[in-house]
């Protein structure tokens, strides 16, 4: 029998408290994120009964399942609805099933991406709230944007009516030793300094950086979404 998430939760919760208190923050500033992709139905609907109201999923194929239960399941209507959030990387032909079911989208990496969410919320009469993500640490094996790549890619999405940036994200290469993360968040937080310094009316103020291993150090340089698997709902095999 797996821990279950109330207690994860708390030791969890104890983590963060201490890493906004050793940065000065306040922990309202710090949004959970669920994320379910490793866990069946059950355990992100125990998830939602313990307040947590983020999802995070990364792949259409493997979160629709998931997605159809709880959204069918009276349950988790009214104030107990789920917000769900696409983390993952996401395919243009998987625009379609994903728009409209997940509220925001952390993973908007290039042009003919934002093309396809603008067509598809403006068929839908929605605006989607958008995570630009940034390849930060320049790994081959991640995705994003890179740091100069940035600044252009934010001027052409004032193109895209539909489309509302609301902040940058992230993944930092795994560290065995998490503080080896810091320069990561450290520098995705001084993009969008820069961003806000350019543009005083720029929407882009939040940040999406921080995973089981890293979440403290990732507080503690600014995050305000934190996308947490492994360490607060688990892993199947646990
Ligand atoms: C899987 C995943 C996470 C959560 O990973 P854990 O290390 O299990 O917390 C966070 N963000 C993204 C983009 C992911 O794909």
Not at 175 to 192: D, G
């Amino acid at each position: 029998m797996s821990t279950s998430i109330k207690d994860k939760l708390h030791q969890v919760e104890a983590r963060i408290e201490q890493a906004c208190l050793r940065s000065g923050r306040k922990r309202e500033e710090v949004e959970i994120i669920a994320v379910t992709k490793y866990v069946p139905t059950t355990r992100a609907e125990e998830a939602l009964e313990e307040g947590l109201r983020n999802l995070g999923e990364n792949r259409w194929q493997d979160a629709q399942e998931k997605w159809k239960a709880i959204e069918g399941n009276e349950a988790f209507g009214g104030d107990k609805a789920p917000i769900w959030h696409f983390i993952g990387s996401l395919q243009t032909n998987k625009v379609k099933d994903v728009i409209g079911k997940f509220t925001y989208i952390h993973s908007l990496d290039r042009l003919s991406l934002a093309e396809a969410i603008d067509k598809r919320a403006g068929q839908l009469g929605i605006k989607v709230p958008c995570f630009i993500q940034v390849n930060v640490s320049g790994e081959l094996s991640k995705h994003g944007l890179d740091s100069e790549g940035l600044f252009s890619f934010v001027e052409e999405l004032k193109r895209f009516p539909s489309i509302e940036p609301i902040g940058l994200m992230t993944m930092a290469p795994f560290e065995a030793e998490p503080e080896q993360t810091r320069p990561v968040f450290r520098a995705l937080r001084e993009l969008r300094d820069k961003l806000q310094a350019i543009d005083p009316d720029t929407t882009i103020s939040q940040l999406s950086m921080g995973m089981s291993n890293d979440f403290e150090v990732a507080i503690e340089e600014g995050a305000t979404w934190i996308r947490l698997g492994t360490i607060l709902v688990g892993k199947e095999e646990d």
